[in-house]
């Protein structure tokens, strides 16, 4: 470990049943060892409490703690995360265990972190049993408060769903037909709030017992069924697992986008990559190996991205088990040999040069809305489209900025907007009243703002928001959508634009009514023939773009980059295609990232000297060459 430059590491994750094996019988003596050998060696820990899957021993006297699916099945113990999070008797055991370790460790000179659970929600994010039944109507009781008042949230007059008292209230199982969506969302809620639960509840152990001491859980990059927003509140910091698909073309730019939220979710503090493989995953269909120089490439653009730590699963390649052809540090055969380790051991040389980097931050004049309650409402079923997605909607828009080297934040849309210049909203189908207000006044006050179709249609409810769509930005966008149209599999429209360009659109189309929204860009033979398909709209000193269908990847480009022009937003500086970058910011200096996507050497033009803490080299104004997968880290003025 030291030979690789490690430093930290993430110990104990899947360990409960060594830890505990059997009821209130502890056996810490392997972890005290490896605790000593680790501090003898420098090394610091980032403790994990063990409870994300429980010992055989506990589910084997208490089945009723095992988690139930939708359609009945129950889920049983030889795989991980067997519980269902509602669940008493899971919730008994994990406090009990996490009491025992911190009385145990909160005082050792490794401890550095506390590591809850792992990848909470990754494959069981909602328990459907009658444990957890009791508890949504719990959560339910709490939120409506009558059942009058439930009925009215639901609009359970429809299909004769009206509840007469609280038992006769279920999760949304199987059924014949669709669910009720307001009860699905309100499901999905209580679901990413009963995983929260679990976590708070080992962390109020945590930090009564080891007061002072971080605690993180590892989250996973944009996972739909957690509220990631409410959950890295309650974090100290916030950590990742980030696992590229290498045979994906834009792996690295899907990578950047879920660095961005981690930063984002941590409100522009520095997070950390908990674990990325040093090679190829397990669990892919294919799972294809990293070429020569992406391991490290991704892991620098973590640190570009606004990561201060940068770690692995796992030190050693398992031997037995179910992710034994997962890669790891140490590989399975001599390590000499191996190009993966060679590689991961000049990666730790190296990081030890980017001290400077730490505590550095990214900062950004444009912010992406999310909001996970929208996300899930959006994917509800028995929609105009089916076909619309809220993950590959974000992709629409960042995918421009990537390619200019715009670095966005991620925000949702009742946080403070009045940092930023421009503010991208990518179908943003459920909105509250604060959201819509803060969003209006961004623009009124002088922001650019840019929304696609299919926004503002809903309310927290899940209710048609009356008076036309989109009926809370009518005055901001100028305009009334009169109907939506979407787009056969596989159909394709024309666009023609008012600066001569043309463009194509697929998925959506609507029929758009302005009123005082100036045209961009028309339909053009389809039924829609000469309707507006984008428009753009003055209100007060700020301008407002609206997006009615899909654009294809050039036209996206071009109206993102028109929508920077607009707002006054520059790229942190002009480079060659396939070189990504980024600049993180002290109080008086700046450091430079150039990391290069490309198989083949590029030139990159530099307009200001510095070191290059890569290699300490010192770089000067003009031409840096960097290799394939190559990186510069540039401290400028040095």
């Known amino acids: 470990m030291k030979e690789a430059g490690v430093n930290l590491v993430s110990l104990g994750i899947f360990s409960w049943s060594r830890l505990e094996p059997e009821a209130a019988k502890y056996d810490f003596d392997w972890l005290d060892r490896i605790m000593d050998m680790l501090h003898q060696g420098g090394i610091a820990v980032d403790l994990a409490t063990a409870t994300a899957s429980p010992p055989p021993w506990l589910s084997h006297k208490h089945p009723e703690m095992l988690p139930v699916l939708a359609d009945g099945v129950r889920l049983w113990h030889g795989g991980r995360q ?4 509602s669940s008493p008797v899971y919730r008994f055991a994990a406090e009990h265990l996490v009491s025992a370790l911190a009385d145990r460790y909160a005082m050792h000179p490794a401890l550095a972190m506390w590591h809850v659970g792992n990848e ?12 957890s039944a009791e508890a949504f109507r719990a959560w339910l009781r709490e939120r409506y408060g009558s059942i009058e008042d439930l009925n009215r949230a639901w609009g359970t007059d429809f299909w004769s769903q009206r509840y007469s008292e609280w038992d006769e209230v279920i999760p949304p199982r199987r059924t014949p037909t669709w669910p009720n969506p307001s009860q699905q969302l309100d499901f999905m809620r209580f679901s990413s709030d009963e995983l929260l639960a679990c976590y708070e509840l080992e962390r109020r152990v945590l930090t009564e017992k080891s007061p002072g001491m971080p605690v993180t859980t590892n989250f996973m990059r944009f996972f739909k069924p957690l509220d990631y927003w409410k959950w890295a509140e309650r974090e100290d910091i916030v950590s990742d697992d980030v696992y590229q698909d290498p ?76 992710e034994k052809f997962h890669s790891a540090m140490v590989p399975h055969g001599p390590v000499e040999s191996s190009p993966t380790w060679n590689e991961v051991k000049q990666l730790g040389q190296e990081l030890r040069g980017l001290d400077p980097v730490c505590g550095s931050r990214v900062r950004s004049e444009v912010a992406i809305a999310l909001d996970w309650e929208s996300w899930w409402a959006l994917e509800l079923p028995s929609k105009p489209s089916t076909r619309v997605s809220q993950l590959a909607q974000l992709e629409d828009y960042y995918r421009p ?6 670095v966005p934040d991620f925000v949702r849309p009742e946080h403070d ?60 966008l100028g305009l009334t959508v009169l109907d939506w149209l ?13 600066d001569g360009t043309q463009g194509r659109a697929d998925l959506w189309s609507e029929l758009i009514e302005p009123h005082g929204a100036e045209v961009v860009a028309r339909f053009a033979g389809t039924r829609l023939e000469g309707r507006p398909a984008v428009t753009r709209h003055a209100v007060g000193s700020g301008l407002a773009v609206y997006i009615g269908t899909r654009l294809d990847q050039l036209a996206m ?21 396939g070189v990504e970058v980024v600049r993180r910011h002290q109080a008086r200096s700046s450091i430079l ?12 033009p530099i307009t200001q000297a510095g070191t290059n803490l890569v290699d300490g080299t010192q770089v000067h104004a003009g031409l840096l060459k960097i290799g394939p997968f190559g990186a510069a880290v540039i401290r400028e003025g040095w």
């Open 486 to 498: 979407p787009l056969a599999d596989g159909e394709e429209v024309k666009l023609d634009f008012s």
């Open 120 to 131: 909470y929600g990754c494959h069981v994010p909602a328990c459907y049993c009658d444990v």
């Open 593 to 604: 990232f150039l990391l290069n996507h490309r198989e083949v050497a590029v030139d990159v």
């Open 82 to 85: 067997h519980y269902c999070p």
């Open 247 to 322: 045979s994906d073309p834009e792996a690295g730019m899907r990578a950047a986008m879920a660095g961005d939220l981690m930063r984002s979710l941590g409100r522009g503090r520095p997070w950390v990559l908990m674990e990325q493989t040093s090679n190829r995953v397990n669990w892919r269909d294919v799972n294809v190996a990293k070429l020569p120089g992406q391991m490290r490439l991704w892991s620098y653009q973590a640190v570009a991205r606004g990561a201060d730590g940068v770690m692995f699963f796992q030190w050693r390649q398992s031997r037995a088990g179910a």
């Open 557 to 577: 480009a071009r109206l993102i980059r028109s929508a920077c022009g607009d707002a006054g937003v520059e790229p942190v500086m002009e480079a060659p295609a």
């Open 417 to 476: 907007l009045t940092g930023y210049k421009l503010v991208l909203v990518p179908n943003l189908y459920l909105v509250g009243d604060e959201g819509a207000a803060n969003l209006n006044e961004f623009v009124k006050a002088g922001g650019t703002l840019v929304m696609s179709f299919f926004s503002g249609i809903v309310d927290p409810f899940e209710h048609i928001r009356l008076g036309g769509y989109p009926e809370p930005f009518h005055g901001t």
């Open 401 to 406: 900025l990537f390619g200019a080297n715009v």
